[in-house]
Every structure is written in structure tokens, then in C-alpha cells.
């Protein structure tokens, strides 16, 4: 009981961390039940998942905040992106590389208000050569297999979509228009709750448990490239479609790159 109430503490505190702050989702009890199956979750997948939705909810004109693994998104932020890392420790091998970073300085008021019209200058001036594709090496997909499934990764009700393929980049292949992602087959959402229900086909539950028949083939997707920049023709048209290619509106003042 003690090891589960310690793990309860630890999960709800670090991996799915919501709003409330000094409340934790009874759902991570349901996984702690039996401490041998520990091992057989796939805990990185599911704080993947759960981090994926609450970046979704964040973007909704009423939120305010954000949750989930912070400290996964910030250490992505460092390593991917050279111009917002702060200073760095030398550290061994076998330790986490998140916890070479130092945290910088929260600044207040103004200064915090300038500190993030610059951070989003600097977003929308962003080039293929500011980014770092392969921080964990060329080949580091094949040290790690998994990292190319593609498919629903999930935690307790949310699954969320996981497609290398759009951002072959990060393996040092030509960036393709990559295929339609796998979605529920129903939703609704009850009258008495501002959350949506999901169903999901029976089948999207097996991908994961077998990787081997649902991993990104890059060799059949796509072809390696020498630069980042490298992508097919109609990539740009599909992707300023269904993105944002800027932060700062025209109309905010700051010249448009």
C-alpha cells in the first residue's frame, strides 16, 4: 500500500499533472493495482498522450495555463531549438539529459512581456538551419524502434495521434505530405459535460502491442537528404493549409520575415 500510495504521489505530480494543484486523477490508481505489471505499461507513451491533449486544450480561447509533463516539453524546446536554451551542465552518459539544463530566471511584468513578444519574433523568423533535426543522433531511431510507430498512443480515455511521418526531418529523410491520420470512427459529448466521449475501432488497441506491422517504413516513405529543407514540391501548399505559419499578427507592428 505504501509503494502505491508513493507511486500515486510521484505519477500525478510529474507525468500527468492538471490544474487543480493539490489534486491528482484517481484514473493512475487503476495502473498500480498490481506493482508487477508496472513494467509491462508503457509510461513515456501514455505521458506522451496525455501531454498531447492538454497542448490541444490549450489552444481554446478560454483556457488559461497549461498541464501535463512540463518538463518533457521544456527539455524538447532545448534540444530541437538552439536559440531558447539556457545554459547547460557537463553531465555522464548514463544521466537524464533533461537534468543538465538550468532553469533560467522568471522574469515579471514588463520584462516578461517583452521577453515574449521577442520569443515570438523569433518563432516566426525560425529557419530550417535554427533548427537541431537530430539532437539524439542520425540513428537514433534505430537504437530505438519504437520511436517509429505510428498510430494511436493512449492513456486511460485519451488516445491521441502519433505519426513520425510528419516530421521526417527529425531521421534526416526528405519531408513527404504524410497520409490522413487514424481518427475515432464516433464521438459525442453529453449534455452535463463539456468533455467529449470517443470510440475508437476495436483494432486501434492491437497497433501498439505490435509495432513491427505498424512502424514508419522511411526507406518506402520517403528518401534521405543532406539538408533539412529538403522536402516534395506540394509540401508547403498542404502544410499552410492546415497550420499557422506565423505567431505575431501583421497588424500587432512587427515586420513580417
Not at 547547460?88 to 515574449?116: K, N, V, Y
Not at 492513456?155 to 513520425?164: C, K, L, N, T, V
Not at 463539456?194 to 520517403?222: E, G, T
Amino acid at each position: 500500500m505504501e509503494v502505491q500510495c508513493y507511486l500515486f504521489v510521484l505519477l500525478g505530480s510529474t507525468l500527468f499533472v492538471d490544474k487543480s494543484r493539490d489534486r491528482i486523477r484517481p484514473v493512475i490508481n487503476l495502473f498500480l493495482k498490481d506493482h508487477l505489471q508496472l513494467t509491462d505499461y508503457a509510461w513515456g507513451a501514455g505521458a506522451l498522450a496525455y501531454l498531447y491533449r492538454q497542448l490541444g486544450v490549450a489552444t481554446r480561447a478560454g483556457s488559461k495555463g497549461l498541464c501535463g509533463c512540463l518538463t518533457l516539453l521544456q527539455a524538447w524546446i532545448y534540444e530541437y531549438f538552439p536559440l531558447f536554451r539556457p545554459s547547460q551542465l557537463p553531465q555522464s552518459p548514463d544521466a537524464p539529459r533533461a537534468s543538465s539544463w538550468i532553469s533560467p530566471r522568471l522574469p515579471g511584468g514588463d520584462e516578461a512581456r517583452q521577453r515574449l513578444a521577442r520569443y515570438r519574433q523569433l518563432l516566426d523568423e525560425l529557419s530550417a538551419d535554427d533548427v537541431t533535426w537530430t539532437p539524439y543522433g542520425r540513428d537514433g531511431h534505430t537504437d530505438i524502434p519504437r520511436s517509429l510507430y505510428t498510430g494511436p498512443i493512449r492513456f486511460s480515455d485519451i488516445a491521441e495521434g502519433y505519426d513520425p511521418a510528419r516530421c521526417l526531418r527529425q531521421f534526416r529523410y526528405r519531408q513527404i505530405i504524410p497520409r490522413a491520420m487514424t481518427v475515432p470512427h464516433d464521438q459525442y459529448r453529453p449534455a452535463s459535460d463539456s468533455s467529449y466521449i470517443v470510440f475508437w475501432d476495436p483494432w486501434v488497441n492491437q497497433l501498439w502491442d505490435n509495432v513491427a506491422a505498424h512502424r514508419l517504413d522511411l526507406n518506402f516513405a520517403s528518401r534521405p537528404c543532406e539538408h533539412p529543407s529538403e522536402i516534395v514540391e506540394e509540401y508547403v501548399d498542404w502544410f499552410l493549409i492546415r497550420s499557422h505559419p506565423r505567431i505575431t499578427h501583421p497588424t500587432d507592428g512587427v515586420p513580417q520575415p
